[in-house]
């Protein structure tokens, strides 16, 4: 039985199997651009501050901020103090 050279080098593990490459790419999660806001609410009745941290998919700071707002007024909470603004590339 004769190998090919490429064979040779799959089975002793110097060239990758081509379906392992595959399915490494199909694993990989791509990272996007994105925003991501941080605020210190609390309810609207009163109680304890919570962190509240909204992910965004704008790259514009001041979208970002308004998006968080609006979701923050959705689920009934006030806001408290903006916390953090962190941009991932």
Same mark, same amino acid.
């Given at each position: 039985?004769? $190998?090919?050279?490429?064979?040779? =080098? #799959? /089975?002793? +593990?110097?060239?990758?199997?081509?379906?392992?490459? &595959?399915?490494e790419i199909r694993k990989e999660k791509r990272v996007f651009?994105?925003? $991501?806001?941080?605020?210190?609410? =609390? #309810? /609207?009745? +009163?109680?304890?501050?919570?962190?509240?941290?909204? &992910?965004?998919?704008?790259?514009?700071?001041?979208?970002?901020?308004?998006?968080?707002?609006?979701?923050?007024?959705?689920?009934?909470?006030?806001?408290?103090?903006?916390?953090?603004?962190?941009?991932?590339?």
């Amino acid at each position: 039985m004769q $190998l090919t050279e490429i064979e040779m =080098r #799959r /089975a002793l +593990g110097l060239e990758p199997d081509d379906k392992a490459v &595959k399915e490494e790419i199909r694993k990989e999660k791509r990272v996007f651009p994105h925003t $991501l806001i941080t605020y210190s609410v =609390r #309810r /609207a009745d +009163g109680g304890p501050t919570f962190k509240f941290e909204h &992910k965004s998919r704008s790259i514009s700071i001041d979208i970002a901020k308004l998006e968080a707002e609006k979701e923050i007024k959705r689920k009934g909470l006030v806001v408290w103090a903006l916390l953090d603004v962190e941009q991932i590339s």
